[in-house]
């Protein structure tokens, strides 16, 4: 357990990294919204990475949302409002890392991003009982 936990704690510091950078960017840098954004995924991504380490689920390389979400609900449930939220920053993991004129969030997205990754914080550290 002592070797999970430690794998646990690394994915939700990784996580807590990310999300720490999008919120120091929309503070410092707050019209690099592609960056915020990818940031935000890319901590929700972790999060549930960290979930599913911590209940013995193998997952595949991958940054969707929704997968590991379903990964996840094979084992305990999972709100539909999770999936809802995780759906709204999936395309913020690959897409907005490259030039693409259709894909451009809002502020008021970029906010919600950051809110959703917050919660997904607690959603993860509640499951597993770490701060």
């Excluded at 994915?11 to 919120?23: F, N, P, R, T, V």
């Excluded at 690099?32 to 972790?46: G, L, M, S």
Aim: some cysteine; aromatic content about 12%; proline content about 2%.
């Amino acid at each position: 357990m002592n070797e999970q936990l430690d794998e646990i704690k690394e994915w939700i510091e990784k996580a807590d990294h990310d999300l720490g950078s999008a919120k120091i960017i929309y503070l410092h840098l707050p019209d690099y919204f592609d960056t915020i954004a990818f940031h935000c995924q890319q901590a929700v991504e972790k999060y549930l990475k960290a979930v599913l380490v911590f209940y013995q689920i193998e997952f595949s390389r991958s940054h969707d949302l929704i997968y590991l979400l379903e990964l996840l609900s094979l084992k305990i449930e999972v709100e539909d409002s999770k999936f809802k939220k995780a759906f709204l920053l999936n395309g913020f993991g690959v897409q907005i890392r490259y030039p693409n004129k259709t894909l451009k969030p809002t502020k008021e997205e970029i906010e919600l991003a950051i809110e959703i990754s917050q919660e997904f914080r607690s959603y993860a550290t509640n499951i597993i009982g770490i701060e």
